[in-house]
């Protein structure tokens, strides 16, 4: 039973514009989401979070929004830029513990 | 700061051999976990120690996976006897405190067993 799921393996951009990776999730428990972004040969690396009373999260040009009623939530990046191009998962946690939960990934493609 | 090491980076074994995972966390980082990832799908958490105490090891496939981590410190993850199914990559995360800390993830070894 797969808890978070990225419906879209793939995502294609063009520089300048925004991107935007959505997340779907069945785990009512989960109180804290995550995003990775992954290249390729390297390990996921934290990229940015929100707590479950939140709504929206910003950092720098990552933006996160949660929507707990549909169970959905969505990473904004804006301006789209090459160096952006990678795979992005979602993940999810619940209670204290850290366990994380992914997704199974969506590969952004930021062209020129 | 060095970061999350793992090795091999690569290992290519037939079925039925043994194989050992080693995963050195960052110093200082009691949490450290081992999750999967098969055949581009999602990533899945394998368990958790803190410190060298197993905290949770309920994504462990089955048996024939043993994970140690020596006094607290490096970690290792048998795989004996390996099958066909546990190809694909292993990483290994380690954090500072158990709430709500993000995880460094180590660059993976790729597991291919053949």
């Known amino acids: 039973d797969q808890q978070v799921k990225q419906n879209s393996p793939s995502l294609s951009v063009q520089e300048g514009r925004i991107s935007i990776l959505n997340c779907d999730y069945t785990n009512s428990m989960f109180d804290y989401f995550l995003w990775y972004k992954k290249y390729p040969a390297e390990g996921p690396t934290f990229l940015i979070s929100i707590s479950s009373i939140k709504d929206k999260n910003e950092d720098g040009r990552f933006t996160v929004f949660l929507n707990k009623s549909a169970k959905h939530l969505s990473l904004h990046i804006v301006p789209s830029q090459p160096g952006d191009s990678a795979v992005y998962f979602c993940?999810?946690?619940?209670?204290?513990?850290?366990?994380?939960?992914f997704g199974a990934g969506t590969r952004l493609a930021v062209h020129p | 700061e060095a970061g999350v090491t793992q090795f091999p980076s690569h290992s290519v074994i037939e079925k039925g051999q043994t194989v050992t995972l080693r995963c050195d966390p960052i110093?200082?980082?009691?949490?450290l976990y081992w999750y999967r990832r098969v055949m581009g799908k999602e990533i899945k958490f394998l368990l958790h120690f803190v410190k060298e105490s197993k905290q949770d090891e309920s994504g462990m496939p089955n048996n024939r996976f043993l994970a140690e981590r020596t006094g607290g410190t490096y970690s290792t993850l048998k795989v004996q006897p390996a099958e066909l199914e546990d190809s694909g990559v292993y990483f290994c995360?380690?954090?500072?405190?158990?709430?709500?800390?993000?995880?460094?993830f180590g660059p993976g070894t790729r597991l291919t067993v053949t």
């Open positions: 995360a380690s954090s500072p405190r158990i709430h709500r800390d993000e995880q460094y």
């Open positions: 993940a999810g946690s619940s209670g204290g513990y850290n366990k994380l939960i």
């Open positions: 110093s200082g980082h009691d949490n």
